[in-house]
C-alpha cells in the first residue's frame, strides 16, 4: 500500500513514512492510493481478527500481536453492542482512559514504540486535544522510555476529569501543555511544528494509523449486527467519521451515516451547504467537539451532501436528551453521544441504527448532574484522579514558547 499527500505535491511513501509522519512535505495529509475491498469471511471476525486486518491491508506488518495486546487493557469488553429502547449503543469508551480514542492509540502508541526502539535518541510524540486523544495518546505511549510525549490542549475547555487524566500522570517523559487559545490554535500550532521540526512523530488523527484502527472497530460492527444498518456518530475532527465512510466504502453494510455537533456546527453546515459563516468557537457541555476546523475533512473525496445526513444540538437539547434517555431507559448518555442521539431521532429509518458513544459519562460529571441532578459514578480504579497532584506547562498561543518544551 502508497500514500499520497492530499495537495499531491509530495512523492508517495510506503506505510512505515505514514507511521513516523505528521502532515506530508506540502502540507497535505497522507491518503492510500485506494481503499482495500473486504475479503470473503470478514462477517466471522470478532474485535482482533477485524482490526488486525484492517491495519495490515493498509500496510502494516504484524500487527495480531500488539492488537492483541492492546486489547488486554479494555474493561469489562472491549466494544460491546448495546440495546437501548429500539436503537443500539456501540460503547467504544472501556479502554484504559474511558473514550473512544484508546482503540486507535493503544495500538499506535505500541507500533511508534516498536518503530524507534533502536533509535538512538528519544522520539518527541507530538499531539493536541480537545479533551480526549491527550489522555489517550498518553496513556498509549506510557511505559516507552524512547518516547515523550507532549499534548497540547485549550485552557479551560475540557472537563477537568479530562484535564486531570492528562496532568496527573507521573511519567516525567509525559507533558501536558495548557494553551490559552482554543483547540484549533493548538492544532495549528501542531502542525505548524510538523512542517517546521521534521523527526516528529504524531498522535492526532493526521496520522493515517489512527483511522485505519478505526476502520477495524466498524468492521466489527458490521459483524454483530449481520445486516445493512445505520450509524450516527458525533464527531469534532471528522477521524471518526471518516473511518465510517471508508470502511462503508470496503464492504461493511452501512447504509445512513449521520454525523452531529454541538452548538460549533460549521462542519455541520458544510455537510448541509448551509452559511454557517466563520462563527467562533465557545465551550460547551460536549468539548471534544468544540471544534471549528476538522482536519480529517481534507481526506474525504466525496460529496458530503450526498454521503452524510448531519445535525446539531444545543446545550440545552443535550441536558435534556440525557436525561429523557435516562428516565425512559435507564440508560446513561455522555454529552456527545446525547448529540447523536438527539440528531438521529430525525434520520430513522425501518433498518437498524447504531449510535456511537465516544465516551464514559463519568468523565463529563458536571454536565451529567446538569441533565439528572446527580453525578454518574467513576468506574473501579478512577476516583484517584481527582485526587492526584497536577503537573503541567501553560503558555500563550506562540511557536516560541512551544518550541522550548519540544527540542
Excluded at 518527541?124 to 515523550?148: F, H, K, M, Q
Excluded at 471544534?291 to 441536558?319: H, K, L, Q, V, Y
Excluded at 454529552?335 to 465516544?358: D, I, L
Aim: overall charge negative.
Amino acid at each position: 500500500m502508497q500514500y499520497v499527500s492530499t495537495r499531491s505535491a509530495s512523492p508517495e511513501v510506503d506505510f512505515e513514512r505514514v507511521l513516523l509522519s505528521g502532515v506530508a512535505p506540502d502540507g497535505g495529509l497522507y491518503v492510500p492510493e485506494h481503499l482495500p475491498r473486504l475479503p470473503g469471511g470478514w462477517r466471522d471476525w470478532d474485535y482482533s481478527a477485524a482490526v488486525s486486518w484492517s491495519l495490515g491491508a493498509f500496510g502494516a506488518i504484524d500487527v495480531v500481536p500488539l492488537v492483541a495486546d492492546a486489547v488486554s487493557r479494555f474493561r469489562p469488553e472491549v466494544a460491546p453492542l448495546v440495546e437501548v429502547g429500539d436503537r443500539s449503543v456501540f460503547e467504544l469508551f472501556w479502554g484504559p482512559t474511558l473514550s473512544f480514542k484508546d482503540h486507535a492509540l493503544q495500538v499506535l502508541g505500541r507500533l511508534l514504540a516498536r518503530a524507534t526502539a533502536g533509535n538512538d535518541r528519544t522520539s518527541v510524540v507530538l499531539g493536541a486535544t480537545s479533551g480526549d486523544t491527550g489522555s489517550a495518546a498518553i496513556e498509549g505511549c506510557r511505559g516507552y522510555p524512547n518516547l515523550r510525549v507532549v499534548i497540547l490542549f485549550p485552557d479551560g475547555m475540557v472537563s477537568e476529569f479530562q484535564r486531570r487524566q492528562m496532568t496527573t500522570v507521573p511519567d516525567e517523559n509525559m507533558l501536558a501543555v495548557s494553551v490559552r487559545g482554543t483547540f484549533d490554535d493548538c492544532q495549528a500550532m501542531v502542525k505548524q511544528a510538523f512542517a517546521e521540526r521534521p523527526g516528529l512523530l504524531a498522535v492526532n488523527s493526521i496520522n493515517w494509523v489512527r483511522i485505519a484502527a478505526q476502520i477495524g472497530y466498524y468492521t466489527y460492527l458490521g459483524t454483530l449486527v449481520g445486516s445493512k444498518f445505520d450509524v450516527v456518530i458525533p464527531t469534532g475532527n471528522f477521524g471518526n467519521a471518516l473511518s465510517c465512510w471508508s470502511a462503508k466504502q470496503m464492504g461493511v453494510p452501512i447504509e445512513t451515516i449521520t454525523l452531529s455537533n454541538n452548538s460549533n456546527h460549521r462542519l455541520v453546515d458544510a455537510i448541509n451547504a448551509s452559511p454557517g459563516g466563520d462563527t467562533p468557537v465557545v465551550p460547551t457541555l460536549a468539548p471534544a467537539m468544540d471544534i471549528a476546523i476538522p482536519s480529517n475533512w481534507e481526506r474525504f473525496s466525496g460529496d458530503p451532501t450526498i454521503e452524510f445526513a448531519a445535525g446539531w444540538a444545543s446545550d440545552e437539547e443535550i441536558a435534556q436528551t440525557i436525561a429523557h434517555v435516562h428516565a425512559k431507559h435507564r440508560y446513561l448518555l455522555d454529552p456527545h453521544t446525547a448529540t447523536a442521539w438527539r440528531v438521529g431521532e430525525s434520520t430513522r429509518t425501518e433498518r437498524p441504527q447504531v449510535v456511537v458513544a465516544t465516551a464514559h459519562p463519568a468523565k463529563f460529571g458536571d454536565a451529567v448532574a446538569r441533565a439528572i441532578g446527580a453525578a454518574p459514578e467513576l468506574p473501579e480504579g478512577y476516583r484517584e484522579i481527582l485526587e492526584l497532584p497536577e503537573r503541567m506547562e501553560t503558555i500563550e498561543v506562540s511557536s516560541s514558547e512551544f518550541y522550548k518544551l519540544i527540542r
